[in-house]
Nanobody, 120 residues
Framework: QLVESGGGRVQAGGSVRLSCVVS????????MGWFRQAPDKAREFVGQ????????SYADTVKGRATISSDNAKKTVYLEMNNLKPEDTATYSC???????????????WGHGTQVTVSS
């Protein structure tokens, strides 16, 4: 189970820190990803991390404004975003995935998401 929290309404230029707590099984072999989906738009990849925290990647749209981190002891992954813009308004979800034999990262487990609304 993946449960996100930390969303809310933020003014443009502000920051938000989202959390994703995992439970119910071991997710140690999994990569953890953050995605977002705005109304009437396709889901967008934000970034991903492994539980050791040494394999990180970000989408170009958030690079420099987003920081993903993991805390093994708390079984929690974080997404912090700074200098928020109205176009960052979306439902943010976390996911857990593994690489397939083809080399693709397949996202197997999803949380329900937390809403972030950025007002101008």
């Amino acid at each position: 189970q993946l449960v996100e929290s930390g969303g809310g309404r933020v003014q443009a230029g502000g920051s938000v820190r989202l959390s994703c707590v995992v439970s119910g099984r071991t997710f140690a072999p999994y990569f953890m990803g953050w995605f977002r989906q705005a109304p009437d738009k396709a889901r967008e990849f934000v970034g991903q991390i492994n539980w050791d925290g040494d394999r990180l990647s970000y989408a170009d749209t958030v690079k420099g404004r987003a920081t993903i981190s993991s805390d093994n002891a708390k079984k929690t992954v974080y997404l912090e975003m700074n200098n928020l813009k109205p176009e960052d308004t979306a439902t943010y979800s976390c996911a857990a995935g593994v690489y397939t034999t083809r080399g693709d990262l397949e996202w197997n487990y999803w949380g329900h998401g937390t809403q972030v609304t950025v007002s101008s």
